[in-house]
């Protein structure tokens, strides 16, 4: 999944200003303890990072 695609589901998901918020303040065990930038930073691939995400905010199926 490219970048561009990962922030465009989160914005659809919690709404523009909100998936920004998220990404810097909501910190996930799936993710190693860290935020949606934190793991960006460390490397992580942006679909392994939505897939945690869903998981933990319960996105529907139809949006994943």
């Known amino acids: ?16 200003s909100y998936a920004d918020s998220f990404a810097h303040d909501h910190v996930m065990s799936g ?5 949606v930038h934190d793991a960006l ?15 933990v905010m319960e996105v529907p199926a139809h949006k994943r």
């Open 1 to 16: 999944m490219r970048l561009t695609d990962f922030w465009q589901r989160m914005a659809e998901h919690f709404g523009e």
């Open 41 to 55: 930073a460390a490397g992580w691939d942006a679909k392994d990072i939505w897939r945690v995400v869903c998981d």
């Open 31 to 35: 993710l190693g303890g860290r935020t």
